[in-house]
């Protein structure tokens, strides 16, 4: 059995168990902390190492259309906004490496991407859709979660994080 059937299996136990409130993040929550790696260097990555930035974490597949055409707004805002205190985590959840690479080498990132090699990140997240977005501020409290990605909602989530950015 895979590891990611076994994280879910683990997770649907869990939600059984004591509810789904206890594991899944929402909007108003505090982020969990994902131990994730970072894919190009597998060094470990941990998102409360970003605390005291905005962060925009991206749950992407290769497989997934819409990650592909978000990803140029993506490298935008790291571009414009990564000096105002803004980080971008992509995290790969496909299970081949190799799929995420060829996925890459078409759609190039140049913000943090990152794997979840365990499986567990995106049930913590209760990522429902591809891509799933979660803004995180500067203390660790999400505050917007976006499911999907159209090029027409880009704008509307650029105001959200500048929003973000100028909250101290």
């Known amino acids: 059995m895979n590891k990611r059937i076994k994280a879910l299996l683990c997770c649907l136990v869990f939600t059984s168990l004591f509810g789904q409130e206890a594991i899944a993040a929402g909007q ?45 707004f993506l490298n935008s805002l790291h571009s414009e906004l990564k000096g105002q205190g803004l980080q971008i985590v992509g995290v790969n959840l496909d299970e081949s490496p190799a799929d995420a690479q060829g996925f890459l080498a078409k759609y190039p990132a140049n913000f943090t991407i990152a794997a979840d090699p365990q499986g567990l990140c995106a049930p913590l997240f209760s990522v429902q859709a591809m891509p799933s977005s979660y803004l995180i501020d500067r203390k660790g409290v999400i505050r917007h979660i976006h499911l999907g990605f159209k090029a027409g909602e880009a704008e509307e989530l650029k105001q959200l994080i500048i929003k973000l950015l100028a909250e101290h």
Do not use: E
């Not at 505090?30 to 260097?41: E, G, I, K, M, V």
């Not at 925009?56 to 592909?68: E, H, N, Q, R």
């Open 28 to 72: 108003g929550d505090t982020s969990p902390d994902c131990q994730l790696s970072a894919f190009a260097d597998h060094n470990p990555l941990s998102l409360k190492q970003s605390r005291g930035q905005v962060l925009y974490v991206d749950f992407w597949a290769s497989w997934c259309g819409p990650c592909a055409k978000s990803f140029p």
